[in-house]
């Protein structure tokens, strides 16, 4: 099984910005989806893309985060605009029944 590793994450200011990117070793032929665990919270899909680029969202961030992979660098952004408090999560990607990594911390707050 191939490890994704994320980062990109940090404080941020209400209605920032952030780039959260997800890294392999080698290029995954899969499905990567983000996901998202907010403090005493279950976690949540966010957002995937697919090899051929297809897209799905969470309702609560169409709009204002778009996902993206760059297959030449292994590696699927998840682009973050208009950053709300409730967005305040450890992100995490991965692809079906892939292992789970450590995530990355996004904390959105005044």
């Known amino acids: 099984q191939v490890q994704l590793v994320e980062s990109g994450g940090d404080l941020v200011q209400p209605g920032g910005s952030l780039r959260l990117s997800c890294a392999a070793s080698v290029t995954i032929f899969r499905r990567i989806t983000w996901y998202r665990q907010p403090p005493g919270k279950q976690r949540e899909l966010v957002a995937s893309i697919g090899t051929d680029g297809s897209r799905n969202y969470a309702d609560s961030v169409k709009g204002r985060f778009t996902i993206s992979r760059d297959n030449a660098k292994n590696t699927v952004y998840l682009q973050m605009n208009n950053l709300e408090p409730d967005d305040t999560a450890v992100y995490y990607c991965?692809?079906?029944?892939?292992?789970w990594g450590q995530g990355t911390q996004v904390t959105v707050s005044s």
């Open positions: 991965n692809y079906a029944g892939g292992p």
